[in-house]
């Protein structure tokens, strides 16, 4: 999730604060409004210590993507979370109408700090959508991941993955989990839902790696589907972000333990004394004649 400042002044500084009392992990964006190094002292002084892991694009500029690497794994992040669904960025019209841009005075913490490098504007694009087209690299496959593996101390995570195949190259290819994600909805319109998508690679990966889903998590009972059909644990976005915006760090926490609480409901209402004890029959099955 970019560009937390949009949302309050405080930022992914505020979402990792709400993250850490609350016990969870924070995934921060290349793309965040806040650095490596300011969230990464958050975790330093909260307890318990969050597991944070750091979301890569790969850019054009490979100096500067090992420079972001080398960054993520001094200030001590516990994973490396590489998107592959994103070569390039999807047709987002309503940003194209609005010409969307960060207003003044906000930055790309983590690239400007590096090259001085911010999202150019653009009169008739986005400006994501500029910076998107001129800086990252369109044309990354399989083998960069040996490259990114190479100059990288940290496990791999790849984000994006949707197909059985895919799931199972990833992981010879050298993944320590696999993040099952159509990336919100915003890159391929027409693209299958993570929650169809996940029982799939589920089954591919058959227990050599952790497999973990994001989109459209929005109440517990989401939460305990996914667990139902066999993610590990799952990736919490726009309610996240819609706390933030209305009350901060507070509103952070609120939504996370909102959601806490009615996993737990939804656990006892359905037998469930742990996790352990959740497994595809509490799924209504599809009418089979």
Known sequence: MAFQCLANPEGELATARAAAKAGVGMILSTLATRSIEEVADVGINASPAPLNWFQLYIHRDRGLTQALIERASSAGYKALCLTVDAPLLGRRERDQR?????????????????????????DTESDLFTYFAHQLDPSIT??????????????????????????????????????????????????????????????AVAG???????????????????????????????????????????GVSHVLQLLRDEIDVSMALCGCRGIQDIEPSLLVQPYKS
């Open 208 to 250: 050599s790696a952790d497999v973990l889903v994001d989109g459209g998590i929005r109440r517990g009972t989401d939460v305990l589907k996914a667990l139902a059909l066999g993610a590990k644990a799952v990736l919490l976005g726009r309610p996240v972000l819609w706390g933030l915006a209305v009350a901060g760090e507070e």
């Open 98 to 122: 609005n010409h969307f841009s960060l207003p003044s005075g906000m930055q790309l913490a983590n690239i400007s700090s590096l090259s001085g490098l911010g999202i150019p504007h653009s």
């Open 142 to 203: 399989w083998k960069d991941l040996d490259w990114v593996q190479s100059i990288s101390p940290l496990p791999l995570v790849l984000k994006g993955i949707l197909r059985a195949d895919d799931a199972i190259r990833a992981i010879e290819a050298g993944a320590k989990a696999i993040i099952v994600s159509n990336h919100g909805g915003r890159q391929l319109d027409g693209a299958i839902s993570s929650l169809n998508a996940l029982p799939e690679v589920v089954d």
